[in-house]
């Protein structure tokens, strides 16, 4: 929407003095007119879009004009939910409205042209047939529930409650699935009316409401609503079959089957992947991503409601390429990882992502919950299943052996990011250690022998270098780094194994019980600690310039699975 101008540059009319002359005035240059935008332009959701309307409001024909003037130059998408509610004001005339019909369409809104007239006709009825076709979006797919979701929750509290008790009356099930993930990272008051509004739908949506009432039950903290919706659960049941409960997801996946899992491995930063897709009865997959920390929990979930078979694999060919590859697990697997991030992001109080929310049915079904299990890849039973974080070792003689081998962990591609942070407190160390050492050799190390004379060089620069290491491991590793570490190394290992790289899970399992505070090496003297110290001194300054330009690792994915596909 900004069109170019200097936000900065002091102002030389008022947003009132220009919609005074564009309304008045019919000899207005190109050169001035330009500008008159560009400072409405400057101010637009400050205030000048509001003026702009009131002056469709008049019933002056010049004001009229400019306002659709404007309108036309500078309205966007982000005002089309603005527009529609002009549209449905009773007190606004319907010339105005009708003047904004050519805006709305341009715009993509559903009110214009055949709808506004519609709408004028009979105000009641179109609106009725809008939240029609809003469900209609809603019951095609998760994508459509998400898409309604985020608007929702943008809503000013009352439009939110009025919205809430609108899906409560409309007497139509797919309206239980805007209700059902609005339960979920609410305020307490949106959560009743939500409760209030399920009941009102009562046996219509009963088979998504009760297994979604007593998700709830099992998971809130907050007394109220535990006990409403425990009431609100008691009097569905008793008007409904009563083994509708034992449903659980079977509605929502009767007709899919889960294809294939995969999870990538933990990165530095402590960020996995996990993917799941399922088939469809078209032979299409629907597909989740779900982004996970070990310090947050859930961070981001991305899903697609339509994909063929070979964009998945192509999916996972583009994160191989990219350095993100990914290993293939059963679904349970999967779902454990997920539920335990989800468990965490709770114990945080870090809210959920609106997006995981709608597609937590399918993430977190068990195969049993599946119409028909023998298309579910053949999971072992939950607890024959491999954890998702390894035991511990014991450091006896060969798991000693295994950590003075640490420092081989960074020959594998899945260490390459495991790297000290933040790297601004290795800047001290980092130029004190590049001082020992030349840009040259640091970008191009020799690859022949040195000269005997040039031993005892070699030798200083080591001695130096030595002492860096030293230093900064003793001042920056501590026994909460230590325990981190530890954590993160034994649910690569656990990954690792599950993949079946055993002789390299077990290479991670024996470094971590050597980090551990209490195996009682000192940090120093672990090869591995020494070889991510030492990388990460080495890649510093690059790292620094990275964080510089802006293109630090802050962002929440570092790539965007399941974007939007053309076409969709």
């Known amino acids: 929407m900004p069109r170019g101008r200097d936000k900065h540059e002091t102002p030389q009319e008022s947003i009132d003095s220009i919609l005074l002359a564009v309304s008045r005035r019919e000899d207005i240059d190109h050169e001035t007119l330009s500008h008159y935008f560009d400072r409405l332009d400057e101010e637009w959701t400050q205030g000048a879009r509001e003026k702009v309307l009131h002056l469709l409001r008049s019933h002056d024909v010049s004001a009229h004009t400019a306002a659709i003037l404007i309108l036309s130059e500078l309205a966007t998408d982000f005002d089309l939910e603005e527009l529609e509610d002009f549209v449905t004001d009773p007190t606004v005339s319907d010339m105005a409205k009708l003047a904004l019909s050519p805006i709305l369409k341009e715009l993509g809104s559903e009110m214009a042209d055949e709808g ?245 049915p399918l993430i977190e079904a068990r195969p049993e919950e599946y119409e028909d299990a023998q298309h579910a890849e053949q999971a072992p039973p939950e607890e024959a299943l491999p954890a998702v974080v390894a035991e511990p070792l014991t450091l006896d003689e060969k798991t000693r052996a295994l950590v003075a081998k640490g420092a081989d962990l960074y020959k594998l591609a899945e260490f390459a990011s495991w790297m000290f942070d933040p790297v601004a407190r290795l800047e001290p160390y980092i130029n004190r250690y590049w001082s020992t050492h030349s840009a040259q050799e640091l970008l191009f190390p020799p690859t022949t022998k040195r000269k005997r004379r040039g031993v005892s060089e070699e030798q200083e620069k080591q001695v130096q270098e030595d002492v860096v290491l030293n230093e900064a491991i003793d001042e920056l590793i501590d026994e909460q780094w230590q325990i981190l570490y530890e954590t993160r190394l034994r649910k690569q290992a656990a990954l690792f194994a599950y993949a079946g790289r055993k002789k390299e899970a077990r290479l991670m399992n024996a470094v971590a019980a050597a980090l551990h505070p209490a195996s009682g090496i000192p940090a120093r003297e672990q090869p591995f600690v020494r070889m991510l110290m030492k990388t990460s001194i080495e890649q510093g300054p690059l790292r620094m310039m990275v964080e510089a330009l802006g293109s630090g690792s802050a962002g929440p994915l570092p790539i965007a699975l399941f974007g939007d596909e053309p076409g969709e």
């Open 116 to 360: 506004l007239v519609e709408y004028l006709n009979d105000p009641a009825g179109a609106m009725l047939r809008m939240q029609m076709n809003l469900l209609e979006l809603v019951g095609q797919s998760e994508k459509g529930v998400e898409s309604v979701l985020e608007d929702v929750a943008s809503m000013p509290l009352e439009r939110k409650m009025a919205f809430i008790n609108w899906l409560g009356n409309s007497n139509d099930p797919r309206a239980a699935k805007l209700l059902i993930p609005l339960m979920e990272n609410q305020a307490g008051k949106v959560v009743l009316a939500v409760l209030e509004a399920l009941e009102q739908l009562g046996a219509t949506a009963a088979t998504q409401t009760i297994p979604a009432l007593n998700y709830l039950v099992s998971t809130t903290s907050n007394r109220q609503v535990k006990q409403q919706a425990r009431a609100v659960l008691g009097r569905l049941m008793m008007h409904v079959s009563p083994d509708i409960e034992m449903e659980g997801n079977v509605v929502a996946l009767q007709h899919l089957h889960p294809y294939q899992a995969r999870v990538s491995f933990i990165d530095g930063s402590g960020a996995q992947m996990v993917l799941l897709s399922w088939r469809r009865p078209d032979g299409r997959l629907k597909g989740v991503n779900v982004f996970i920390h070990d310090q947050w929990g859930v961070k981001d979930c991305y899903g697609i409601d339509d994909m063929e078979l070979e964009r998945w694999v192509e999916l996972i060919n583009e994160m191989q390429g990219q350095g993100f590859g990914s290993f293939h697990v059963s679904f349970e697997y999967g779902r454990a990882l997920i539920i335990e991030h989800r468990t965490l992001s709770k114990r945080l109080r870090h809210k959920l992502p609106i997006a995981y929310n709608v597609w937590r």
